[in-house]
């Protein structure tokens, strides 16, 4: 089972399908073992929300649809970063926290559901304590 970090997303989009084919056909086939973190939803959000209000409506509008289509496909396995996994994220060391900040929600997000997480960069979750993989590179078997 794998909790999607918010830099592998882009691949489902309509611009991102090209670029890493072998990417999405795993993604196609892993969907029913794929979950998306309450902090990707916000992570996306947020990048629409700038594109708005830099008057990038082009941009935005398609992101946006997509965004929701994304969120109507996932919206059984969406897991938030709740009271559970607050104290995993506490858990998580300062120096791995001073590594890269702001990984940790979803690492302790993937580790209290005891999930993998495919990630453009590995680096950034290595120190975390939490099983990770570059998708881009290698495509995990699937259990």
Same mark, same amino acid.
């Given at each position: 089972? +794998? $909790? $999607?970090?918010?830099?592998?997303?882009?691949? &489902?989009?309509?611009?991102?399908?090209? =670029?890493?084919?072998?990417?999405?056909?795993? &993604?196609?086939?892993? *969907?029913?073992?794929? +979950?998306?973190?309450?902090?990707? =939803?916000?992570?996306? #959000?947020?990048?629409? #929300?700038? /594109?708005?209000?830099?008057?990038?409506?082009?941009? =935005?509008?398609?992101?946006?649809?997509?965004?929701?289509?994304?969120?109507? $496909?996932?919206?059984?396995?969406?897991?938030?970063?709740? &009271?559970?996994? /607050?104290? #995993? /994220?506490? /858990?998580?060391?300062?120096? =791995?926290?001073?590594?890269?900040?702001? +990984?940790?929600?979803?690492?302790?997000?993937?580790?209290?559901?005891?999930?993998?997480?495919?990630?453009? *960069?590995?680096?950034?979750?290595?120190? $975390?304590?939490?099983?990770?993989?570059?998708? +881009?590179?290698?495509?995990? *078997? &699937?259990?």
């Amino acid at each position: 089972m +794998f $909790l $999607l970090d918010t830099n592998v997303i882009p691949a &489902l989009s309509p611009s991102g399908r090209e =670029a890493a084919r072998d990417l999405v056909v795993w &993604l196609d086939r892993a *969907s029913r073992h794929l +979950f998306v973190s309450a902090i990707t =939803a916000a992570e996306v #959000a947020s990048g629409i #929300a700038k /594109a708005e209000r830099e008057g990038a409506s082009a941009t =935005a509008r398609p992101r946006r649809e997509w965004w929701q289509a994304i969120e109507h $496909l996932y919206r059984e396995k969406r897991l938030p970063f709740d &009271l559970e996994c /607050a104290p #995993a /994220a506490g /858990a998580i060391p300062d120096d =791995a926290r001073a590594h890269r900040a702001g +990984f940790e929600d979803i690492a302790a997000t993937a580790r209290v559901h005891g999930l993998t997480v495919p990630a453009r *960069s590995p680096r950034n979750f290595e120190p $975390l304590g939490v099983p990770v993989l570059d998708p +881009f590179q290698v495509c995990p *078997s &699937l259990p």
